[in-house]
Nanobody, 125 residues
Framework: QLQLVESGGGLVQPGGSLRLSCVVSGRIGDDYYTIGWFRQAPGKEREGVACITLGDGTNYADSVKGRFTISRDSGKNTVYLQIDNLVPEDTAVYYC??????????????????WGQGTQVTVSS
């Protein structure tokens, strides 16, 4: 069973930065294909914000382009989400997820089969 573990969340002031990490237990291309980052704010639906494909292609939701950067360290089996210039609207639980099919889009969440437990990001002064 593929496992994903997120970390790096916390309380940050507006304008600050965070780097979230997602450690994946499986083998890219064998056990999973695309890794996506999602977030869910209270009372809102889960939305995809970024994904990185088997070939290291990346896609972002329009709402986060220019502030979010997804990257991978294959040697550490880790996918990162760098978030810059944080705003209160970024407050949410952030999840990473893995697809078991070779998709290239960050949405919909239903396309991803495996999920981590989430890490809370709170942006407040």
């Amino acid at each position: 069973q593929l496992q994903l573990v997120e970390s790096g969340g916390g309380l940050v002031q507006p304008g600050g930065s965070l780097r979230l990490s997602c450690v994946v237990s499986g083998r890219i291309g064998d056990d999973y294909y695309t890794i996506g980052w999602f977030r869910q704010a209270p009372g809102k639906e889960r939305e995809g914000v970024a994904c990185i494909t088997l070939g290291d292609g990346t896609n972002y939701a329009d709402s986060v382009k220019g502030r979010f950067t997804i990257s991978r360290d294959s040697g550490k089996n880790t996918v990162y989400l760098q978030i810059d210039n944080l705003v209160p609207e970024d407050t949410a639980v952030y999840y990473c997820a893995a697809s078991d099919v070779p998709i290239v889009l960050v949405n919909p969440p239903e396309a991803y089969a495996y999920w981590g437990q989430g890490t809370q990001v709170t942006v407040s002064s």
